[in-house]
């Protein structure tokens, strides 16, 4: 079942948005050489909870902390640790948090002072196809054409796209229907509507798309060590233009 939100409940997604969004920011400005995930991670659950919401992946399915925070070959889902990041690092840091029942969701990759053109170009790609597979989030167009933009723009940087996680639905709970890949050819699958709101996140590989779990059953990583980047948004569907609901 694939639920259209009323304005109030899009007020409150908004509201988890602007939190979500809020963390980020902060966030960007504390990471540098030296700094650990695990400081971030204190960081994102003080913002979120002064603010008067709940961190929304802590004890999701288990999952033991405020942030997920992915170091270089780490694709989603890192465990925040006192390891310090280091100069050339990439770090994807994904933020949930709930208000009033409602969630927002979204992920950015941050470089770790002097990133190689290299890497910051995969960045650049990765963030390029969410905001492509956003632009085709409208009304009246079908689930795939998100999934076919996403694909497209990746791999004309010559990169790869995670299969085995995809984007989501999203709002009363933090994972709603449709399951959104970020592959596959245009026209398929449902047609999307006004009120509907979705968790767009592509995975984009240096290397190869496969992926492998480490034995915290958690962190994802890829299989060839090589990395990885993640961008995610939080949107609604209108009869205009996508609102991106968790916009930094
Ligand atoms: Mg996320
Ligand atoms: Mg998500």
Sequence with gaps: MISRKSEQELAYMREAGRVVA?????IARMIKVGT???????LAEDIIIKAGARP???????????ICASV??????????????????????????????????S????????????VLNLLKATEESLYKGIAMAKAGNRLSDISHAVQTCAEGYGYSVVRDYVGHGIGKQPHEDPQIPNFGKPG????????MTLAIEPMINMGTYEVHTLLNNWTVVTLDAKLSAHFEHTIA?????PEILTKI
């Design 22 to 26: 809020r963390v980020h920011r902060e």
């Design 36 to 42: 650990t995930t695990l400081e971030l991670n204190r």
């Design 56 to 66: 929304a992946f802590k004890g999701l399915y288990g999952f033991p902390y405020t």
């Design 72 to 105: 270089n070959e780490e694709v989603v889902h890192g465990f925040p640790s006192s390891r310090k990041l280091e100069n050339g690092d990439i770090v994807s840091i994904d933020i949930g948090a709930e208000v009033n029942g409602y969630f927002g969701d």
């Design 107 to 118: 992920a950015a990759t941050y470089p770790v002072g002097d990133v190689s053109p290299e």
């Design 188 to 195: 398929r699958g449902i047609r999307l509507k006004a009120g």
């Design 237 to 241: 569907i209108t009869d205009g233009k």
